[in-house]
């Protein structure tokens, strides 16, 4: 457990690349048990950071656990994790657009919000350059969240 510490500790690290790696580390370690769930309420809070970097961390994280939230702790801040569908920095709100699909996918109840949200995005608030790819990741999403 102290590694798991550890790795969620150096997601908020000013260094950008470690930080990272800490990252892709904590999203094997879910994607093979519920040890990184315990830090469920830590990548809550990342969600209000006003650096996009760590905002974009818990979004990956938060939908990395969807498959061990047994507690239903994603429904209760579905709404907050939603509004990064258009965070101010369209990166942010590219990864949690594209986090969308894996957390529907264990989470089948919340399908009707997520379709809702991506439905009412707004990309023309992106610089011109950015708004295709916005565009192109909403409707990627929804193919596959309406698959499932």
């Not at 995005?121 to 990627?140: C, F, G, R």
């Amino acid at each position: 457990m102290q590694d798991i510490q550890s790795l969620v500790n150096g997601l908020m690290s000013s260094d950008d690349k470690q930080a990272y790696q800490c990252l892709k580390q904590l999203e094997i370690e879910s994607n093979d048990s519920d040890i990184v769930y315990k830090f469920f309420e830590t990548f809550v809070k990342m969600l209000d950071n006003v650096n996009s970097y760590i905002r974009t961390r818990g979004i990956i994280l938060i939908a990395a656990n969807a498959k061990w939230d047994i507690d239903y702790k994603i429904d209760e801040i579905i709404d907050k994790y939603l509004k990064h569908i258009m965070d101010d920095k369209p990166i942010t709100a590219r990864q949690c657009i594209k986090s969308l699909p894996l957390m529907v996918k264990y989470k089948p109840d919340l399908k009707e919000d997520v379709i809702s949200a991506l439905y009412k995005a707004n990309p023309q608030k992106y610089k011109e350059s950015m708004q295709p790819l916005v565009v192109k990741d909403i409707q990627k999403s929804l193919d596959i969240i309406s698959g499932l």
